[in-house]
């Protein structure tokens, strides 16, 4: 089944702002010590933050690389 290139890039493009977004929790200054404890998403350490969005982009790259035409050989296994 193939979905229209409009909700693909659509979706990659969410996935990598998010991704973007996880880039710059990792660049924000470390919280001080009187501040409220972070919880969730902000609770993880910085270099993690970095890691973690950098991961999202490479992968909304990936996602968004079919729809112009450009083959992945990874994904070659996975059917036609």
Do not use: H, N
């Not at 969005?53 to 994904?75: A, E, S």
């Amino acid at each position: 089944m193939r979905f229209p290139p409009w909700i693909v890039v659509l979706l990659s493009a969410l996935v990598i702002l998010f991704g973007i977004f996880r880039i710059t929790l990792g660049f924000q200054k470390p919280p001080r010590d009187d501040e409220a404890p972070r919880k969730g998403l902000f609770a993880y350490p910085r270099r993690t933050q970095i890691l973690i969005g950098t991961i999202y982009v490479v992968l909304g790259v990936l996602l968004i690389l079919p729809v112009f035409g450009i083959r992945i050989p990874l994904f070659g296994f996975l059917g036609k």
